[in-house]
DNA sequence: TATGAATGAGCATTCATTCAT
DNA sequence: TATGAATGAATGCTCATTCAT
């Protein structure tokens, strides 16, 4: 017998209808077209209820935008990038990225929405972002120190991939192979070699 | 210059104040959380005057969208690219393109929001941007065909230039020298070359 | 032509309207148990009409307080307090004070009411009470110095008769000759007097 | 003793918790701004167990009266008041009415407040009170009969030392000797007697 | 006896919009 | 052109109360 059984578990099931219903409906219509009876039709539920386990609307909010991140998955993502070359490693990535991108794309849409008028969640996207680069960036420069790749600015080069793929999918750009297309890109460049000269 | 004329002047300039406490208070707070009443504050009017310059808060958005766009200045900025070295015209490209999104940044963030929950500016930007990005893939082209650049995917290059100094921007990550930056990157990949081997 | 003419009359009007509504339904239900929907009905408005004269609720129970208040027209009563016999003096103030009473019942109630509950307005009170009770004082030690009146304990004295008064009409106890009893009471006292025995 | 009876100490406690925390959140906020959740968290019970034990918020508020008043105390406080004279029984009198009024001070205040809105119970309060001052006019009036005071109104005597008294404790106003001087000037009076003159 | 999820009506307040002046 | 009083619907939120467990 768990902790969680009966009533338990009802409650639970509706604390995570809210935060379902909400990252839906937030990310479709917006935090502010979004009222609080929606939130009860779209669960069925009572207008009141949803104070029963959400303090406020914004702390709905930042309870789905905490329990519904992308960025744990991201940071697993990044993390212990495995000891191969580059192309192979940046393309696989790259892909995996963008799936999540697909898949989540109600919160990606819904954090893009808010970033824009709320300072701090713009300033903790920010820093998340750039934790994540990080990752990319130390794995690139491990290449360099391999002979792989030539000394670069990696996190422009990590940053580049990220913030490609990410406003492919915020403007509806159809991405087709944009991320082989664009790792490729980014290893090999456009310009004609010397060597091919 | 008559009676007529003059108070014409000063319907224009009613109106252009609107269209600017809109666009800087619309940018900052969002389009929903502005009141009619923020913008009468703001342009130190009565709560109905607004309605005499736009049918609703909705056309005063699309005025604002329409009178207040960088598509323009940007259309303008890609059209007839000279006929000179990729080096030098992206790198001039990435510097006025990241120059006027601090410029516009207003705007930009507006664009970025609404787009978010409104499928019909969200198709309109992506159209925009695609027409843009299509300037500089035929540039691109134009050079692979002197021979100074490599056979590529140009959309997706052009793309990345854009796309990744826009995101720059909406995160408020510091640019630094990210345009010359990211245009060396997309010339010359991080790929051990050939020839260095 | 005056400044308030037209519109402006109207406008003050209203205002004076919600101030009287306020002051009649606050008085008789309770600030609390009183809705805007009730004011809004009572004054033959739409609902939000309120807040066009007054920031809140609670403003406007401030401004019921300030600007029905019977306070000044007390004060009045006690400053220059005829220099004539205290018998005739007390007799008629306890008049006019218990006349105040009658006449100005919806205020005398709202005020008690939200004393019980607000210490704010309970020390203002206590304040204006203190106010009122010291000019009585003073007139009481007047004629103690011309030999009309034993020393005695004039704030006592004084409070006794308001205090007397104002409970009487708090808890709906018929008055009759109450406010002359009083000021005999006070005068003669009830013992026998030395000369008497 | 029996489980039984157990569990009823234990529902009887719970029924005297309730009591005592409404007596204090009513006295203190007033009935209206009281919550039953308030009331469930002062307790540490949960929202729904008060309707165990009361009907509604007005029974609770009901009983709360009933089973908490001071007027018991108040008979008894009056009721076979000894054969002595008047200086001595109405100074302990109020005296003791005056310490009874800071030792019930949140019952005090809660009438006091509902008195204001429901008329039910300021009729009731009334009557209550006549009942009271009307042991003391008996008494005043037995001190008639032997001489020892002379012939007055002798409910306004009774009634002017504990509306007095009341209103002190109401209005927050600092009691010092109030009961004292008081029922000394009831008796002398301020005057100068014929005898003095 | 006790819990706490759930209800649904009601509340103070805001807001886009209208219109007489 | 400009004002600002007025509307009425909607919003976030609270609350007394109920009831399955």
Redesign the interface.
């Known amino acids: 017998m768990t902790a969680t059984t009966g009533r338990r578990v009802h409650a639970d099931t509706r604390r995570e209808q809210f935060l379902d219903a909400a990252l839906e409906l937030f ?4 935090f ?2 979004t009222s609080m009876k929606d939130l009860a039709e779209a669960t069925g539920s009572a207008p009141g209820l949803a104070y029963h386990y959400f303090g406020s609307k914004s702390e709905l909010l930042a309870a789905v935008l905490a329990e519904r991140s992308f960025f744990p998955k991201l940071r697993a993502m990044l993390t212990d990038l495995p000891d191969r070359p ?2 192979l490693v940046l393309g696989e990535l790259a892909e995996r990225f963008d799936a999540m991108l697909s898949e989540r794309e109600p919160m990606v ?2 954090v ?2 808010e ?3 709320d300072g701090q969640i ?2 903790e ?2 820093r998340r ?2 934790d994540g680069a990080g990752f990319v960036a130390r794995y ?1 420069e491990s290449r360099v120190a391999l ?4 000394p ?2 990696s996190m ?2 990590a ?2 991939i990220f ?2 793929l ?3 999918h ?4 159809p991405a087709g192979d ?1 991320p082989q ?2 790792v ?13 000269e």
Chains 1, 2, 3, 4 share one sequence.
């Open positions: 990310s479709e219509r917006g502010d077209a580059a192309a849409r819904l893009a929405h970033a824009q008028t713009r300033a996207l920010q972002i750039d690139l002979g792989e790749l030539r670069h600015d422009t080069a940053r580049a913030f490609t990410v406003t492919f915020l403007t509806g750009t944009a297309s664009l490729k890109l980014v290893l090999e460049g456009i310009a004609v070699r010397a060597d091919q």
